[in-house]
Nanobody, 116 residues
Framework: QVQFVESGGGWVQPGASLRLSCAAS????????MGWFRQAPGRERELVAG?????????ADSVKGRFTISRDNAVNTVTVYLQMNSLKPEDTAVYYC????????WGQGTQVTVST
């Protein structure tokens, strides 16, 4: 069964940084674009960053210049990272990883809370 395990979230003050990690348990993910998504209370889940197999990245306007996505392809596991700098209260959400073009079952996500 496909499984995503997200980690690295927490509570931070505005302006701080966090690094999220996502372990994807199937080798198929080495061959597809992966993304980080987030869902804030009362809002729809949105794609905030994506990375192709060749390393090409794209970002939502709201995080451009502050977030950096990267990936590490191993034999049977892909790890996708999201470096988040200059965090703002509006970045508060549960963060998930998944494929960009096709979505598998969602993992538990990792909560990021930015507040004073």
């Amino acid at each position: 069964q496909v499984q995503f395990v997200e980690s690295g979230g927490g509570w931070v003050q505005p302006g701080a940084s966090l690094r999220l990690s996502c372990a994807a348990s199937e080798s198929i993910f080495s061959h597809i674009s992966m993304g980080w998504f987030r869902q804030a209370p009362g809002r729809e889940r949105e794609l905030v960053a994506g990375i192709s197999t060749s390393g090409t990245t794209n970002y939502a306007d709201s995080v451009k210049g502050r977030f950096t996505i990267s990936r590490d392809n191993a034999v049977n596991t892909v790890t996708v990272y999201l470096q988040m700098n200059s965090l703002k209260p509006e970045d508060t959400a549960v963060y998930y990883c998944n494929g960009v073009a096709y979505r598998w079952s969602w993992g538990q996500g990792t909560q990021v809370t930015v507040s004073t």
